[in-house]
């Protein structure tokens, strides 16, 4: 029988190259995401490269609890464990909130902390019980910014490196593994908007020791492998790809 994955922010960028990847290995994806007519042309793209039905598009917004607990219902009734989960869904959502004063600190805080951090507790947890057991992989993204002076994001990322650590105890005895991936810098994404200016890009570039940005791609061979059953004695762990930006755990 087919592996299930599901994959959030599976639409666009990192989330659309770990979806193809997981659909290229055989697995069924659901990919989740606010847009559907985004989430509708990732799948038929998808679908036609690998030339079968496999991608699902679900639409949802993951900041609100209603939402995940219905789309965790419908595809309840698959009737399929959770094979591969990753929790990708994520963003620089503060960044919109700029100005003097307190409420727009408040304002990017929490818009950080829902897009990166509620997105992804709510979309395990809605989950939680459908993990296979034992087999079942959860994939967390973090980054970078984790381990660099960025604000309100960076913290927020760090969050979820932190859960890594709670998450892969809890689930430990089930034989489930959890593991994050923090990339670098990915400009082929919606990620930065427009924000990639050459003098922004050559910046990030000189601060990467191998000098280059890195491709949706790279992170998904690394979802890819901890998603895998070559990966079953790897868990709590951040796994960076990031071209050397940080070395080791920052
Ligand atoms: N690109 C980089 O350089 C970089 C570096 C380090 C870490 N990351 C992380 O990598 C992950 C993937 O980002 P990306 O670079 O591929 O950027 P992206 O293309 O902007 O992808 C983010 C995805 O998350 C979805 N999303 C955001 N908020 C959501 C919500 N409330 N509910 C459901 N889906 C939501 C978006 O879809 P909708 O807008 O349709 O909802 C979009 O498909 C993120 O967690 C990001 O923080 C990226």
Do not use: C
């Not at 002076?149 to 892969?168: C, D, E, I, M, R």
């Not at 105890?169 to 082929?188: E, R, S, W, Y």
């Not at 994404?189 to 790279?218: H, K, N, Y």
């Amino acid at each position: 029988m087919a592996r299930l994955s599901i994959v959030s922010g599976g639409g666009t960028g990192i989330g659309r190259a770990v979806a193809e990847r997981l659909a290229q290995e055989g697995s069924t994806v659901a990919i989740l995401g606010r847009r559907a007519a985004v989430l509708e042309r990732a799948a038929s793209e998808i679908n036609e490269t690998v030339g079968d039905d496999r991608v699902v598009p679900y639409p949802v917004d993951l900041t609100v609890a209603d939402e995940v607990a219905a789309v965790a219902s419908r595809l309840r009734e698959r009737g399929d464990a959770v094979d591969v989960l990753v929790a990708n869904a994520g963003g620089n959502a503060g960044r919109r909130h700029t100005g003097p004063g307190l409420d727009a600190e408040v304002a990017a805080w929490r818009a950080d902390f829902e897009t990166n951090v509620v997105t992804s507790v709510l979309l395990v947890e809605a989950f939680r019980a459908d993990l296979r057991r034992p087999g079942g992989a959860v994939v967390l993204l973090g980054s970078v910014a984790a381990y660099r002076p960025t604000g309100s994001y960076g913290a927020a990322k760090a969050a979820v490196h932190a859960w890594t650590y709670t998450l892969a105890t809890q689930l430990a005895d089930d034989g489930i593994t959890v593991n994050t991936v923090a990339p670098g810098f990915i400009p082929d994404t919606e990620f930065f908007g427009d924000q990639i200016t050459p003098e922004f890009r050559r910046s990030r570039v000189d601060a990467t020791p191998l000098g280059r940005p890195g491709t949706p791609e790279e992170v998904a061979a690394a979802v890819g492998y901890l998603a895998s059953p070559q990966a079953r004695f790897t868990t709590g762990q951040i796994i960076q790809v990031n071209g050397g930006m940080v070395y080791g755990r920052g």
